[in-house]
């Protein structure tokens, strides 16, 4: 239980971690910001894939891929639902919109971002736990090392946009703090109810892979591609590389 704990924690900081490190990137062109916002883009893509989507489709059964399609469907419609309440919850960002019409639809993209990578940190806490549960501990461990390692880079890119849509520092690393704490309750989810969790985790893989495909489509790579595109577009390719590679030697 003690190991559980730890790698819960573990995989849990490991976005704070990132979050520190993305407080350098403040102050930044909107050129720049953009790259970021592609790079970020890139790394969710490559995760949504990899990490979720393919995971949740390799179940072996002969309704897998059903289960998967109707998961990214339903993901996809949530988070097209909570875009149409998203922009009530400016008010938790602790920004004054009032005078800037502009900054509620800009806040409202940010918070849909962070929520995204919020709901996908769940099911891979899931994973990490389940893996606990069977008693399998080495491949738990790897798969914890894998998340953990792939949750600093997501960590470093949700910073940035919310420093750049107005909010502080303390509130900014608050919600940060609570996409990795998702993270640690879904690794404690998946070590008490395995069996439970066996059957849910491909649809919960599925699912939070097309929140992600949601925001990407939707929201981030339109948001990069108001002027000069050839730099996001490598920016993308680049954050899907990096996590590529990642998932190879950590698969």
Do not use: W
């Not at 919850?89 to 995204?116: C, T, Y």
Request: aromatic share 10%; proline share 3%; glycine share 12%.
């Amino acid at each position: 239980m003690n190991i559980v704990f730890l790698t819960a924690l573990g995989v849990g900081s490991s976005t704070v971690i990132g979050a520190l490190i993305g407080f350098a990137f403040k102050k930044i062109s909107h050129k720049f910001s953009d790259i970021i916002l592609s790079f970020a883009a890139g790394v969710m893509l490559c995760a949504a894939v990899f990490g979720l989507i393919m995971p949740s489709l390799n179940q072996n059964t002969s309704y897998s891929v059903y289960v998967t399609i109707i998961g990214i469907f339903l993901g996809a419609l949530l988070l097209n639902l909570l875009d149409k309440t998203v922009p009530h919850l400016h008010r938790l960002s602790g920004v004054d919109i009032e005078g800037h019409p502009g900054q509620n639809e800009k806040l409202s993209k940010v918070l849909l971002f962070v929520m995204a990578i919020a709901i996908h940190n769940f099911p891979e806490g899931i994973a990490a736990g389940v893996g606990f549960g069977t008693g399998n501990t080495k491949e738990a461990l790897t798969i914890a090392g894998g998340i953990a390692l792939q949750n600093i880079p997501e960590g470093m890119v949700i910073i940035s946009p919310m420093l750049l849509a107005g909010m502080s520092k303390k509130r900014t690393l608050f919600a940060a703090l609570l996409t990795g704490v998702v993270e640690v309750i879904g690794t404690f989810v998946g070590y008490f109810a395995v069996s439970i969790s066996n059957a849910v985790l491909p649809f919960a893989l599925a699912f939070a892979g097309g929140t992600m495909l949601y925001v990407i489509s939707d929201e981030m790579i339109p948001e990069t591609h108001h002027e000069e595109t050839r730099g996001v577009t490598y920016a993308l390719l680049a954050g899907f590389a990096l996590m590529l590679i990642m998932d190879f030697y950590l698969g």
